[in-house]
């Protein structure tokens, strides 16, 4: 079955940067895009940007455009999120999910990232 | 980008009620590429309804999706216990892909 393992919660402080890490199992790696979604305290989803996974073409929102860094590891079915100049508001749980055909299907459980001084 | 506006917020209903739940988008979402999910508390979204209306594998036929261009309608049939949770409609016509607030679905 599909499964997204996502690494553990972090604590950071303003300024600094986050990376976050996807592993993926249950279907071939490269056959599939990830995309990157957070949700902040209290508030909705969010979608960063995506990543083909065969490839490491990025599309970016362009709200992160010049913060965020996604790629990806093939060899180890893994992708990563990396988020620079990180401010309070970024403050969010992290979650990967496989690009089932536009939409994401399978999402990892979330990854904390706390900002705080 | 591509707003979308679901309501109502919070739906109080009881085990065994229909539920309907509504996402309207602030331009029309080509080729019905809107998405639903449900969320509980400390899991990751659950995907149920793609391209507005075809059912993610596994998912119950007490739920549905319909609509197209702009207004689009998640339906549970026969509320179960367990699918009081949190409904989250999702545009991936366009980048920004973009998800609607939330509505909660709760026991009355």
């Known amino acids: 079955q599909v499964n997204l393992v996502q690494s553990g919660a972090e604590v950071k402080k303003p300024g600094a940067s986050m990376k976050v890490s996807c592993k993926a199992s249950g279907y071939t790696f490269t056959n599939h895009g990830i995309s990157w979604v957070r949700q902040a305290p209290g508030q909705g989803l969010e979608w960063l940007g995506w990543?083909?996974?065969?490839?490491?073409?990025?599309t970016y929102s362009q709200k992160f455009q010049d913060r965020v860094t996604m790629t990806t590891d093939p060899s180890t079915s893994t992708a990563y999120l990396e988020l620079r100049s990180l401010r309070s508001d970024d403050t969010a749980v992290y979650h990967c999910a496989r690009d089932g055909g536009d939409y994401e299907d399978f999402w990892g459980q979330g990854t904390l990232v706390a900002v705080s001084s | 980008e591509i707003v979308l506006s679901q309501s109502p917020d919070t739906l109080s209903l009881s085990p065994g009620d229909r539920a309907t739940l509504s996402c309207r988008a602030s331009q029309s979402v080509s080729a019905n590429y809107l998405a639903w999910y449900q969320r509980k508390p400390g899991q990751a979204p659950r995907l149920l309804i793609y391209g507005a209306s075809s059912r993610a594998t596994d998912i119950p036929d007490r739920f549905t999706g319909s609509g197209s261009g702009t207004d689009f309608t998640l339906t549970i049939t026969r509320l179960e216990p367990e699918d009081f949770a949190v409904y989250y409609c999702?545009?991936?016509?366009?980048?920004?892909?973009?998800f609607g607030q939330g509505t909660k679905v709760e026991i009355k």
């Open positions: 990543i083909n996974a065969h490839s490491g073409y990025t």
């Open positions: 999702h545009q991936y016509d366009r980048s920004p892909k973009t």
